[in-house]
Nanobody
């Protein structure tokens, strides 16, 4: 059974930083493409960042480009999201996801497995 468990969310002030982690069990992710998405109630899930297993290529949503960094540690079966210069509009529930060779890294339906999410709240 594949499980993804996010952690590291919480309350931060605008301009601050948080680091999210996502540990995957039941599956080796060394050849998976992995991503982070976020969602607020009443809105669609929004692409945040993704990283390919091949060459470690990274992709970012326009809203977070230059502020967030995605990385991975295959030995720990873990993907990270370093979030700097946080803004109140970054407030959302953040989800990690994984799949083999995503055709479109920014599309939620490209991913097979999802975590339950971790809440990030940024105060002004």
């Amino acid at each position: 059974q594949v499980q993804l468990v996010e952690s590291g969310g919480g309350l931060a002030q605008a301009g601050g930083s948080l680091r999210l982690s996502c540990v995957v069990s039941g599956r080796t992710v060394s050849r998976d493409d992995m991503g982070w998405f976020r969602q607020v109630p009443g809105k669609e899930r929004e692409f945040v960042a993704a990283i390919r297993w091949r060459f470690g290529s990274t992709y970012y949503g326009n809203a977070v480009k230059g502020r967030f960094t995605i990385s991975r540690d295959n030995a720990k079966n873990t993907v990270y999201l370093q979030m700097n210069s946080l803004k109140p509009e970054d407030t959302a529930r953040y989800y990690c996801a994984t799949t083999t060779t995503a055709q479109a890294m920014s599309v939620p339906t490209a991913y097979d497995y999802w975590g339950q999410g971790t809440q990030v709240t940024v105060s002004a």
